[in-house]
């Protein structure tokens, strides 16, 4: 039983298989309309030579998965992305940038001034691209929490073309995870902090579509904007995000207590710390929500706060009688971060302290609103909203689920800004309700069912596909990519029914390919 619980495997370096396609062995029945490339992407490059490894799970240099299903048959590759993080890790057998959880090395391929010049302004980024993969005007992305990310081709999986938010809209940082709008027009969240700190809400319009040989460089950022600015609470800090929400009108921007200090960062290469090292706890200033028009870029004046939280992954927003329901997985504090830890991972410890936990808040917009009342009117929530002698609305939660639900997922086409009623998740590496587990969360009745198989298995993000002709919520399946940490077992990638959330196929791949767990995925379905 303790080999089958040691998830070293999970975090040993990751093989390159990108010479061809192998073939996988399904069994079971894939439905005949599940045509297209489910991409996985996470971190797969730790250890850089027999006396160097990285921290963190996040600093590991980023893999990229291919499953492709065609005709009930499924094929399988992957490549590591080659961003210059990852080059550098290879023939320098250091990080030369400062990593999540790991400091950066003097990169001797530079000049002596221009190493000296990035220890005291470090303005070189990591483009280490495993934050998040997704399509924008059709173009396939990679992306970090930096201002870089790579546009990848989907067939062959090299990486193609590097993007620099920095010098086409100014963003230092953005977020991994951009909302786009049933007409193509995308958003996402930025941070600038050469000229002052501020946070920043991106548009991103719909590129048309055009033919392989007119394509020069990624067309999906050229007409992108800022549409609203907002100060950072603090002078020196900046609050440290990873997604946000929209709904049909709003977007809305979580300032959480969890700051980035830029005086630390600064300092960070000279005094050889990670980025983990420049970040502040300050549970004391509370979390405060702000609430964006989209068709404006105004800001609303209302102030909202909330008790302080730490979030990663927002599950969805929508808006029911001038109120906006937000949906999303919080924890009491970022001390969960240590749990990932390469050190602790690869040991087989992850405890129980400081669960992820599906939360919901409600924010009361569009009039004015009486003291010291409860503002929230919907019937189906314990949430609330007061409004303080000094004008703030307090928000108090209402906690849903088992604790230990992460990496949330919807029917993304469906309901994304709009009132919903299923979430699916994973227990990733967590113990208690979820552990080695998917689930399928009804908010309406609060009911879970769940698809777990064994120990060994650590099931990853579930990415919901619609059935062609769905006219429900649920209407489609669920892809997991699992890894089984036993060896000679084959790591699969599961196909689950999304109403009845039992599974119906699998497509299992030899156990002589090397797949570590990965972070976040999404599905591109075949235009023939």
Aim: some cysteine.
């Amino acid at each position: 039983m303790q080999d089958e619980k040691n998830m070293k495997s999970l975090f040993d370096n990751a093989v390159d298989h990108s010479e061809a396609e192998i073939e996988a062995t399904v069994k079971g029945k894939i439905p005949k309309w599940l045509n297209g490339s489910l991409f996985r992407l996470g971190p797969g490059k730790f250890d850089l030579d027999e006396d160097f490894r990285v921290n963190h799970w996040f600093d590991g240099a980023g893999i990229l998965y291919r499953y492709t299903i065609k005709d009930g048959k499924v094929t399988f590759r992957s490549r590591f992305l080659e961003t210059e993080a990852y080059e550098k890790m290879c023939t320098l057998k250091r990080p030369v940038f400062t990593e999540f959880g790991t400091r950066s090395y003097p990169d001797p391929c530079k000049k002596l001034f221009s190493r000296f010049l990035s220890q005291l302004i470090p303005g070189d980024m990591t483009d280490n691209a495993i934050g998040n993969v997704f399509t924008m005007s059709d173009e396939l992305y990679c992306v970090t929490e930096t201002c870089y990310l790579w546009k990848v081709d989907p067939e062959t999986l090299k990486t193609v073309d590097k993007v620099n938010l920095e010098k086409l809209i100014s963003i230092n940082l953005a977020s991994a995870h951009p909302h786009t709008d049933p007409d193509g027009t995308s958003y996402n969240l930025g941070c600038s902090f050469h000229k002052g700190l501020r946070y920043h809400i991106i548009k991103i319009p719909p590129q048309p579509p055009v033919k392989e040989e007119e394509v020069n460089g990624p067309r999906a950022f050229l007409k992108a904007s800022v549409i609203t600015s907002i100060s950072s609470s603090w002078k020196t800090c900046f609050s440290y995000y990873h997604s946000f929400a929209i709904t049909e009108n709003y977007i809305i921007l979580l300032e959480q207590p969890h700051l980035v200090n830029t005086l630390k960062l600064a300092a960070s290469v000279v005094r050889g710390q990670a980025l983990i090292d420049c970040m502040d706890w300050t549970p004391k200033e509370k979390t405060k929500f702000f609430v964006i028009e989209k068709s404006t870029g105004k800001v609303t004046k209302t102030t909202y706060k909330s008790e302080p939280f730490f979030v990663f992954h927002h599950v969805n927003a929508y808006e029911e009688n001038e109120q906006i329901v937000l949906d999303l997985v919080a924890y009491e504090d970022p001390s969960f971060l240590q749990k990932y830890s390469l050190e602790k991972l690869r040991a087989g410890i992850f405890d129980e302290s400081c669960p992820p936990q599906l939360r919901r808040f409600v924010l009361p917009v569009g009039k004015e609103f009486e003291k010291g009342v409860n503002l929230v009117s919907i019937d189906y929530t314990q949430a609330t909203a007061v409004k303080q002698d000094n004008g703030t609305i307090w928000l108090t939660e209402e906690r849903l689920a088992e604790p230990g639900l992460e990496m949330p997922t919807i029917n993304y086409k469906m309901c994304n800004g709009r009132k919903y009623r299923y979430i699916y998740g994973t227990g990733a590496f967590a113990k208690g309700y979820y552990e080695n587990a998917v689930c399928k969360y009804d908010l309406k009745t609060h009911e879970h069912k769940i698809w777990r198989e064994k120990e060994s298995m650590y099931p990853g993000e579930l990415i919901f596909v619609p059935n062609p002709d769905a006219k429900e919520e649920d209407d489609g399946v669920l892809l997991c990519a699992a890894v089984d940490i036993r060896p000679d077992f084959p790591s699969l990638m599961v196909v689950l029914d999304a109403k009845t959330f039992t599974e119906i196929g699998r497509a299992e791949v030899s156990p002589d390919v090397t797949v570590r767990y990965g972070v976040h995925g999404h599905f591109i379905k075949n235009q023939n």
